[in-house]
């Protein structure tokens, strides 16, 4: 040992950064070093815990069900081979190295992310290398110079993120133990095919079907409502009030419309005038970033995220994984400053310069978590591409939002009667936009000036009519609503305190909510349809079976997710946890390995002509091969006709089908043919007259 000091990055492009500060410039194989200093990176997770192989366990079968480890066995990370899950070759070589400098160095400086993910990726490092080389954190919000500088100087003892870690190492084996046997269980019931099911991932599949089933079931109502008009403030203007009462009736309605038209006056029965106050919104966390991206913009939670971790690295922005959109005081006092990069920013410029007291309302300190809300830094931001522009303004924008003066509004509501049938009228006044007048567009939409009525006026009716609308079902839906409902496990508040105090209920974490989403679509149980998200039939499948068990339930999911976070601040410890979600495992378990008689067994099932170890799975648009090393897929859409289940047996079994009508050419020509295999598994068509040339005319799969 000497008197090195090695730090370890997440990536190298982090590394890169923290050694130019510390004057580590000459570069050698998987690290940096001079100055008295080493500067090595990982690629994310180096290691991980073991398959079901590692521990002896081959293949999908009942009577090893549950699987549970004593101890989990870590092992670099795998990649997938032709003979299965092995070492990634270059992870073993970066391991070496970073094990080589551990020993090498008095001291470790732990520069990976701050937070749960970044503090795993350390710990399950240094546990596997055996290393007891003492170390410290870097913990900093930003990767802006002056944060890297002022973290080296006040380092953290890394045993103060003992409890970080210990929840961490909770996750990650919660989630295997459900994922592995969850995924087992239910293939094994099944009898063919794989099905993937997890810990986060099954019960926010079952709310997307849940709300799927709910908009399709609905069955929409007759509404009626009567709306007369009258003379507004201006010369021509029309203000319009409308009944209080909606009818489910026609008849009813339409009497109501007759006495109105008939009665030709307004009597106002009652003003109320009042002022409303509007305060700033908070800061952006992670998942509310993601939900106003994906409305606004329509980008997906994955892809926010992408664009906001490259605007971190480029020192633009705070750390984004936080779950925290409040700031501490110490945070407070440097927003100024923060506020005058943005000065010459022509779209802030004019707001900026008008803004007196900043608004307090973001500034919490017993509301952080592991980092602050989202902020952008002093760096100034240059040569964005379109995407990022888009968020870092989002970024900035809210800042100043959040910051800014309260919005007073006027706003004035007006009973009134006409011939016996109640109507109503709200209007509103902006007194002073304060925040608003960040995005100065929502002051014009927003604006209804009433004239200055007193109980007692009577209106001349000017118009009348009778709108019939129908009721509508929930939406479905989008990566916005999906984000709200796993904060609040499906809970549905529109008052932003009450969602912020379920946070800790919530099902995933900010950093893992988009990847949970990817994941739903990677295993083909939903899609998106324009901006909604649309579960599969395979996804529809799957939830029907497992819709009551606890794997799917949500506020189950959620006292999991709450007992990890009391973990991280000593709740309770990771050996009660680790007790508790091994019972939960063998109780799933147990359930999904019980659900075989809800699926549909064909005994004469097809096993695939190709690998000829998977059966084929049925599906509405494709017949699919259930072994994943194979998956060989045959679709049922052939030249405009869908082949029946016949058919496609006939094809597995036979590798041709007899001669089929129906098909349509690219010219809109009827034709006539067998459907049958090429060589490569590909589907042809043999026509009747050249039945010797499977490959007269191909049509791919």
């Not at 980092?371 to 964005?384: D, G």
């Not at 009228?425 to 608003?436: D, H, L, M, T, Y």
């Not at 009519?465 to 499906?490: N, V």
């Not at 109780?587 to 075989?596: H, M, N, W, Y």
């Amino acid at each position: 040992m000497n008197n090195q000091i090695c730090i370890i990055a997440e990536k190298p492009s982090v590394a890169r950064e923290i050694a130019r500060i510390v004057g580590a410039t000459e570069r050698a194989e998987g690290y940096l070093k001079g100055n008295g200093y080493y500067v090595t990176w990982a690629f994310g997770h180096l290691v991980m815990p073991a398959l079901p192989e590692g521990y002896g366990i081959k293949g999908f079968h009942r009577d090893n069900l549950p699987i549970i480890p004593p101890v989990f066995t870590l092992v670099p990370r795998q990649v997938k081979g032709e003979k299965g899950y092995k070492p990634d070759s270059g992870v073993v070589a970066q391991i070496k190295i970073i094990a080589r400098l551990f020993r090498e160095s008095q001291r470790i400086i732990v520069a990976t992310d701050a937070g749960r993910e970044g503090e795993l990726i350390f710990r399950y490092l240094y546990e596997y290398i055996g290393c007891a080389t003492p170390f410290d954190r870097l913990w900093i919000s930003s990767l802006t110079d002056k944060a890297i500088r002022e973290g080296l100087e006040n380092l953290k003892s890394g045993a103060e993120y003992d409890k970080l870690y210990y929840a961490a190492k909770a996750r990650s084996e919660a989630d295997w133990l459900v994922g592995i046997n969850a995924t087992q269980a239910i293939t094994v019931a099944a009898g063919r095919g794989t099905y993937s099911l997890g810990r986060v991932q099954t019960p926010t599949l079952a709310m997307i079907c849940d709300r799927y089933w709910e908009n399709k079931r609905f069955v929409p109502e007759p509404v009626f409502q009567l709306h007369l008009s009258t003379d507004g403030t201006a010369d021509g203007e029309v203000v319009k009030f409308s009944s209080i009462e909606k009818w489910k009736e026609k008849e009813p309605a339409e009497t109501a419309y007759g006495i109105a038209k008939e009665c030709g006056k307004i009597t106002v029965t009652h003003v109320e005038r009042k002022e409303t106050v509007q305060e700033a919104p908070l800061l952006y966390d992670l998942t509310t970033l993601q939900k106003e991206a994906n409305t606004k913009h329509g980008f997906s939670a994955e892809q926010t995220l992408s664009i906001a971790q490259k605007l971190y690295e480029a020192k633009l922005i705070t750390y984004p994984r936080t779950g925290s959109r409040h700031i501490s005081e110490d945070v407070f006092a440097e927003i100024p400053t923060l506020l005058l990069t943005l000065k010459n920013n022509p779209a802030w410029g004019g707001y900026i310069s008008g803004m007196g007291d900043l608004s307090r309302r973001s500034v919490d300190d017993t509301k952080i978590t592991d980092h602050h809300a989202l902020l952008v830094t002093e760096v100034k931001a240059q040569h964005l591409g379109a995407e990022e522009r888009i968020i870092y303004d989002m970024i900035a924008g809210r800042m100043l939002e959040a910051f800014g003066e309260r919005c007073v509004k006027n706003v004035t509501t007006v009973a009134a009667e006409c011939g016996g049938v109640a109507f109503s009228i709200k209007g509103s006044v902006i007194r002073q936009a304060g925040w608003r007048g960040v995005y100065r567009q929502s002051e014009e939409t927003e604006e209804v000036t009433l004239p200055e009525w007193k109980e007692g006026d009577t209106l001349p009716v000017k118009g009348c009519s009778l709108t019939e609308g129908k009721t509508k079902p929930k939406p479905l839906h989008t990566e916005a609503t999906l984000l709200s409902a796993m904060q609040t496990c499906g809970k549905e508040l529109e008052d932003e305190q009450m969602r912020q105090s379920l946070k800790e209920c919530g099902i995933g974490t900010p950093a893992t909510r988009a990847a949970i989403i990817e994941t739903l679509f990677r295993r083909e149980y939903m899609v998106r349809q324009k901006k909604f998200l649309v579960p599969t039939e395979k996804g529809l499948a799957l939830h029907s079976v497992v819709k009551a068990m606890r794997i799917a339930d949500v506020t189950m999911t959620g006292e999991w997710e709450t007992a990890l976070s009391q973990i991280e601040y000593g709740g309770i410890s990771a050996e009660t946890f680790r007790k508790g979600i091994e019972a939960y495992t063998s109780q799933i378990t147990s359930e999904l390995l019980s659900s075989d008689k809800l699926f549909p067994h064909n005994e004469s099932g097809c096993t695939c002509p190709k690998c000829g170890k998977g059966m084929m799975q049925f599906y509405g648009k494709v017949v699919r091969c259930g072994n994943p090393d194979c998956g060989l897929p045959v679709f049922r859409q052939k030249a405009g006709k869908t082949l029946t289940d016949a058919e496609i047996t006939e094809l597995l079994t036979k590798g041709q089908t007899g001669v089929i009508k129906g098909f349509n050419s690219k010219e809109g020509k009827p034709f006539s043919a067998a459907v049958a295999f090429d060589g490569d598994f590909n589907t042809v068509f043999v026509f009747p007259d050249v039945k010797n040339n499977r490959n007269s005319k191909r049509k791919k799969k």
